[in-house]
């Protein structure tokens, strides 16, 4: 079985400091990470993935995330927010090729963190 | 075309009618999934495909809902006999290959209303 919690539901920043959403994640097997962005009224897009090459993972944007397997959390982070940044973002696991059974390819999404940009 | 594609955009429905819903893969991509955005329940696998093997329909909610692929490419989503709660975003994605590594692409999604 797989899970994510993403810790904060909101999180809302000023425009130029850093960018922070936090994500703890359970998975029985090797897990794949991913962040997802979803602007309103659009389709999800992939910030960046997680698959055991690196810990530290950079993605789109400026966006980065490291994976610390002793805490289980996949947190990401941005030095320096930006207004088009405002949007929903989703933590999400899958299962590691050779799982198998029902976790094998599916995606697990957190509940999603909406990131407000002040000006 | 270059994304997953999914229509319609938009469907208003009756409580009780069936709906279906399409989703047009990216070309060579043999893994499909879809998902479902709902406001209570956030993002939830329904089904998986996975070239000519059995789909994985461990996240079907009820035996109302069902999907096929036809040829590898095309999926169709159905929901017989709408109720009020299958109101939702149902989003499709596709991946070129099956297993957890591998990024899925999704489409902008249909958003479903049931009156």
């Known amino acids: 079985a797989q899970s994510v919690t993403q810790l904060d539901s909101h999180v809302s920043v000023s425009e130029g400091t850093p960018v922070l959403l936090r994500c703890n994640y359970s998975?029985?097997?090797?897990?794949?990470l991913f962040w997802y962005v979803q602007h309103p009224n659009k389709g999800l897009q992939l910030l960046l993935k997680?698959?055991?090459?690196?810990?530290l993972v950079k993605g789109i944007n400026g966006f980065e995330a490291e994976f610390k397997k002793s805490e289980t959390s996949f947190h990401l982070t941005k030095p320096s927010a930006h207004m088009s940044d405002a949007a929903e973002y989703f933590c999400?696991?899958?299962?590691?090729?050779?799982?198998?059974?029902?976790?094998?390819?599916?995606?697990?999404f957190g509940q999603g963190t909406i990131l407000t940009v002040h000006p | 075309g270059a994304g997953v594609s999914q229509s319609p955009s938009n469907k208003v429905t009756e409580k009780g009618k069936d709906v279906e819903l399409r989703c047009d893969p990216i070309?060579?991509?043999?893994?499909l999934y879809w998902y479902r955005q709902s406001l209570g329940q956030g993002l939830e696998f329904l089904i998986y495909?996975?070239?000519?093997?059995?789909?994985?329909k461990s996240g079907l909610p009820s035996d109302r809902f069902s999907a096929e692929r036809t040829g590898g490419s095309v999926s169709t989503l159905t929901i017989q006999r709408t109720q009020q709660e299958d109101s939702a975003v149902y989003l499709c994605?596709?991946?070129?290959?099956?297993?957890?590594?591998?990024?899925?692409?999704f489409g902008a999604g249909t958003r479903l209303s049931v009156l």
């Open positions: 994605a596709s991946s070129l290959a099956g297993g957890g590594g591998n990024i899925q692409y």
């Open positions: 998975s029985s097997y090797s897990p794949s």
């Open positions: 997680y698959t055991s090459a690196a810990t």
């Open positions: 999400v696991v899958s299962g590691a090729s050779n799982a198998g059974g029902t976790s094998y390819g599916k995606l697990t």
């Open positions: 070309s060579g991509h043999t893994a």
């Open positions: 495909f996975q070239g000519n093997s059995a789909p994985d």
